[in-house]
């Protein structure tokens, strides 16, 4: 089946710094999305990128679906990033079942 | 504009019990998925509902089972309770058509 790799597994930052989180995947899909979970479980999307770019404040998401990876941009980190980021893709012959990739654990420090 | 809801937000229950997770989806969307995550794990698929039936299943056993009623919510039943069902049951629903899933705030459910 397809392989979701997300990198790297842990980040820890400095308040204020810049980061980019790589999702690697192994195979064509239709849907790619960036979510943010909170400590108390929410899945926050971020954005639906199966190609392109797109921004959203201090956020931005790049998917060059034809060399199967996708980056998160963060900049200007703030203590409220901090959490588990997950890259989640869907197959074009398999519906909306979303694979998840095991996720980039992220800290901001004051 | 109403987004995912689940309940309950935990849940305790002892080995071989039974129990039922509730998910209504997003206003306008037709579609409910499920999904587990166990600690410090990636949420996996357990399976979709769409017009009332099962669409497509993950790899999780027939103690997993679900319903979709008329008004799209959508219920997950888990018989037989092993410890290894303690997790974080995620909803979340989309449109038929595919795009944009958004899920639920969860259900947490401790074995003993």
């Known amino acids: 089946g397809i392989q979701v790799e997300q990198s790297p597994p842990d980040l820890i930052l400095q308040e204020g710094a810049n980061s980019t989180l790589r999702c690697n995947f192994s195979d064509s899909v239709n849907n790619l999305q960036w979510f943010h979970q909170n400590p108390w479980g929410q899945l926050i999307n971020l954005f639906y990128?199966?190609?392109g770019t797109k921004q959203n404040g201090r956020l931005s998401a790049t998917t060059v679906a034809t060399e199967r990876y996708s980056l998160l941009y963060i900049s200007s980190s703030q203590t409220t990033d901090s959490g588990v980021y997950f890259c989640?893709?869907?197959?074009?012959?398999?519906?909306?079942?979303?694979?998840f990739g095991q996720g980039t654990e992220l800290s901001v420090k004051p | 504009d109403a987004g995912v809801t689940q309940s309950p937000t935990h849940l305790i229950k002892t080995r071989g019990q039974q129990v039922t997770l509730r998910c209504s989806p997003k206003s306008g969307h037709d579609t409910v998925s499920w999904y587990q995550q166990a600690l410090g794990q990636g949420p996996q698929f357990i399976f979709q509902?769409?017009?009332?039936?099962?669409?497509q299943r993950g790899n999780f056993p027939d103690r997993f089972s679900g319903h979709q009623f008329p008004n799209y919510s959508s219920e997950l039943n888990v018989n037989a309770l092993l410890l290894g069902d303690s997790a974080l049951y995620l909803c979340?629903?989309?449109?038929?058509?595919?795009?944009?899933?958004?899920f639920g705030p969860g259900t947490r459910l401790t074995v003993t």
């Open positions: 989640a893709v869907a197959l074009y012959n398999q519906g909306g079942k979303l694979i």
């Open positions: 509902y769409y017009e009332e039936e099962e669409r």
């Open positions: 990128i199966p190609s």
């Open positions: 979340a629903s989309s449109f038929s058509t595919g795009g944009e899933q958004y």
